[in-house]
């Protein structure tokens, strides 16, 4: 079985010692450098409303798959955009 502890730097040695001194194999597991995470990109006020008008399309199908909702047919929106020429 191999178990990962977290041992403070200033400890490492000590705790090196005591595992080899209880005849256990120490392996060494470096950590994963964290990731920054990338700044939030600015949008133009025309791109933000894109962004919130997909987001809100997207919810929208979201709620029809659950059933909560019903969506205009293809004909339906068709019909309505040639009704306000």
């Keep these: ?13 000590f705790v090196k010692k005591l595992l080899r001194e209880l005849n256990l194999t120490v392996k ?14 600015k ?7 894109w962004i919130d008008d997909f987001r809100e399309a997207l919810n ?3 709620l029809h798959q659950q059933g909560k909702i019903q969506l205009k ?3 339906e929106l068709l019909a309505e955009l040639r009704a306000e020429k």
């Design 1 to 13: 079985m191999d178990l990962i502890v977290t041992v403070p730097d200033d400890r490492v040695n």
């Design 28 to 41: 060494p597991v470096m950590k994963a450098k964290a990731v920054a995470q990338p700044k939030p990109k």
């Design 43 to 49: 949008y133009t006020p025309e791109q933000q409303e």
């Design 60 to 62: 929208e199908v979201e």
């Design 73 to 75: 047919t293809a004909r």
